[in-house]
């Protein structure tokens, strides 16, 4: 008997569950967006249950809820608003170097109005500025939530949402790995970070310092949350958070997706 394989009872054995956590990280989103295309091809798609994201991880969380393919997103973020500096340069800036109006007209034209209208439980993390907290976002209005996510400080102006102020979930925890564990403990978590820090950044104008400030700033998360993740996924990008030129962009969406392939083949 000890030799004997019965085919069928793999068949019955449930396959695990999972969890997708995606950091901030700005344009470097476009390598998360590469493993979610590989998770696409390597049939996870349907054994995911639930899309945490922080910032650009919760835009992608956003639009993979909403059932748009990475392909699909990956064509409307090239030739979107998002890539547009000059269009959402605010030239009377108050609180912000950006406007976001273009994203807003975007975003409601692309997505649902909210979290309920999803195709998967989707959790974003902001960070409430009047009490200074972190706070997940997965009830309501959608968009709200996603400009509220994105609104670096000194990038995007803060965001009210019902009665709260929302700025960058980054600021207080840019990675909702153990939120996640927490909600979900008998799921695997893959979790997906964006905020590896690029050694020797070039700094040559205001913009440069305040993201090189945020990175630094992020990085002190990436040790401890890694751990809490099952799988992990955490690459060294020589790509600015507000990256606009599309062929880099290209390119690390194709890093993610051949990363994704390598790691999650070996899972079956």
Avoid: W
Avoid at 21 to 31: A, D, E, H, K, W
Avoid at 93 to 118: A, G, I
């Amino acid at each position: 008997m000890r030799g004997l394989k019965f085919p069928f009872l793999s068949a019955l054995t449930p396959k695990e569950r999972y969890v997708l956590v995606i950091s901030g990280g700005g344009m470097r989103g476009f390598y998360g967006l590469g493993i979610v295309r590989a998770l696409e091809e390597l049939g996870f798609k349907d054994r995911i249950d639930a899309l945490y994201g922080v910032s650009a991880g919760g835009l992608l969380v956003s639009y993979r809820a909403a059932g748009y393919s990475a392909d699909k997103i990956l064509s409307l973020f090239l030739k979107s608003e998002f890539l547009s500096l000059t269009k959402n340069l605010n030239f009377l800036p108050k609180v912000s170097l950006l406007k976001n109006t273009l994203l807003k007209k975007q975003m409601e034209k692309e997505l649902p109005k909210s979290f309920e209208e999803l195709k998967i439980p989707t959790f974003i993390g902001c960070t409430e500025i009047k009490k200074g907290e972190s706070l997940i976002l997965s009830e309501g209005d959608l968009v709200s939530a996603l400009l509220g996510t994105i609104a670096l400080p000194g990038i995007f102006p803060p965001v009210e949402r019902e009665g709260q102020l929302l700025m960058d979930g980054g600021v207080t925890n840019n990675f909702l790995v153990e939120p996640a564990k927490k909600a979900y403990p008998r799921h695997k978590i893959i979790g997906i970070s964006l905020n590896k820090y690029r050694t020797n950044p070039k700094v040559k104008n205001l913009l440069d310092s305040l993201m090189v400030s945020f990175e630094i700033m992020l990085k002190k998360d990436i040790p401890e949350q890694g751990s809490l993740s099952d799988i992990f996924f955490c690459r060294d990008l020589d790509t600015q958070v507000l990256e606009f030129t599309t062929t880099k962009l290209k390119k690390i969406f194709k890093l993610g997706y051949e990363d994704g392939l390598e790691k999650l083949r070996a899972l079956g």
